[in-house]
């Protein structure tokens, strides 16, 4: 660009950056925007919780919240993979040519809709095993969890993959807002029903679990609307696929260990042979829901990082994207620890009595997530430069961390063990992580790696 305005570039969102803002301010900009949109969101998913929370009690929420989490789970076993994938390899051709990165899209299409059908043929084998296991089920129990209360479960997880496909679109022409604003109307819609469900009398797991998966499912259907036709038109390349798969592979082993180590402590707590008290586990979930305000500032940092972090040419610039990021992760850990200020009277004055305790295993798990989130640019980093592999084996090790240690300490010390172990491990492999990644963009900056040298 030349003339009087060289000064002035358009970025691919629409806005305007200019050449004398330092990049961590837009960066930091495009984080605090996102993140703002998703106070909204998180502010209407927490109510939505804290209500559903009143309205069944601590027993009953307790098993709504591991019906929640396998949703989640199938959901992050599905999804994020493929979407970062997507995102890491649309966003390098984007800022070429837009057009060379529709066949991409269209080969991720293909793949989430085959992964669709095979997370439902899934549930046919697990849906008993899994019931057995978690539920104490019996075919005799008037009060059992039911098959199809699982199946809501994992509908609702391949809905929000497949959901993931048009916002992992949004996200990787950095359109952030249509990206939260999806997030925000899916909160809003979810509360709705919720609060119709509460004025109709008819508030129960079930009823709650399934107004949870019609949310999402509305705004999949609303999304997938907006995608370009030419991005159905296109045609992909067996170049394509095998560029996606080799770095998805990767990606997609990371993100099973990272998925599973997210919800083990709900998993293991819930586990029959264990028996923990119901009303342990049901405080428990109960201060696992209020942390997702520490996993939305964590979610967005990596969301709005990682396309960014994708563009970067040089590890120069990459090591200087970490550097310039690191006093602003500090600051949004330390925003997202001291809410275990005001926890105890937030417990005391909406959940109410009956959850006394949750406060207490709030304020360890929340340690661990501000933890993880001073690692996001790193991770970030790390991924940008096509180390997947490691992000992988750092993740593994996280989950085998977590399973032996909370294998031992549930059936001992009970909520209280695991939400130490979650807390724990967490902030260890965060330290881990960023020296890791460090010492890899080091050597890489030794050697003069430039975009294209690693995959």
């Not at 038109?233 to 560029?243: K, M, S």
């Not at 923990?276 to 969301?303: C, K, M, Q």
Request: aromatic residues 12%.
């Amino acid at each position: 660009m030349s003339g009087p305005n060289a000064h002035i570039a358009e970025n691919n969102s629409g806005t305007v950056d200019r050449a004398d803002t330092p990049r961590y301010r837009i960066w930091l900009a495009a984080v605090v925007s996102v993140l703002g949109a998703r106070s909204f969101s998180a502010a209407a998913a927490f109510l939505c919780n804290v209500l559903v929370a009143r309205q069944l009690g601590n027993e009953d929420f307790g098993k709504f919240y591991l019906l929640f989490s396998i949703m989640t789970v199938v959901a992050g076993l599905t999804g994020p993979a493929l979407d970062t994938s997507l995102v890491r390899f649309a966003s390098k051709r984007l800022s070429d040519d837009p057009d060379s990165a529709l066949p991409y899209f269209k080969a991720m299409l293909v793949v989430k809709l085959l992964v669709f059908a095979a997370t439902l043929a899934f549930f046919v084998i697990l849906v008993r095993p899994i019931l057995q296991t978690f539920f104490v089920w019996s075919a005799d129990d008037p009060n059992a969890v039911r098959y199809y209360y699982v199946m809501a479960a994992f509908v609702g997880g391949a809905v929000v993959s497949m959901w993931g496909f048009s916002q992992s679109y949004f996200q990787s022409h950095q359109r952030f807002g249509e990206y939260s604003g999806f997030e925000f109307f899916s909160s809003l819609l979810r509360l709705g029903l919720v609060l119709v469900l509460m004025g109709l009398g008819s508030a129960s797991v079930l009823l709650f679990i399934t107004a949870y998966v019609a949310a999402p499912m509305c705004m999949m259907l609303i999304s997938f609307s907006m995608l370009p036709r030419a991005l159905f038109q296109a045609v992909a390349t067996r170049q394509v696929i095998a560029e996606l798969f080799q770095f998805a592979k990767w990606v997609a082993a990371g993100t099973l260990f990272a998925t599973l180590t997210h919800r083990l402590d709900i998993l293991l707590l819930n586990v029959s042979a264990f028996e923990i008290p119901h009303d342990d586990v049901g405080r428990y979930s109960a201060a696992v829901s209020i942390a997702l305000a520490g996993e939305l500032v964590l979610l967005t940092f990596y969301n709005v990082l990682l396309p960014k972090a994708s563009r970067l040419k040089t590890a120069v610039e990459l090591r200087n994207f970490i550097a310039q990021l690191r006093i602003p992760s500090l600051l949004f850990f330390l925003g997202t620890t001291i809410t275990m200020l005001i926890m105890p009277y937030f417990r005391k004055y909406v959940l109410g009595p009956e959850y006394l305790g949750a406060e207490v295993y709030y304020s360890i798990l929340i340690m661990g997530i501000g933890a993880s989130i001073t690692c996001m640019p790193p991770v970030t980093a790390l991924y940008s430069v096509g180390k997947s592999g490691l992000i992988a084996g750092l993740e593994g090790t996280r989950m085998l961390l977590t399973l032996a240690i909370g294998l031992y300490v549930v059936p001992r010390y009970g909520a209280w063990g695991m939400a130490m172990t979650m807390a724990g491990v967490r902030g260890g492999m965060a330290v881990v992580t960023y020296l890791v990644a460090h010492q890899t963009i080091r050597i890489l900056a030794n050697r003069e790696w430039e975009v294209g040298d690693v995959v």
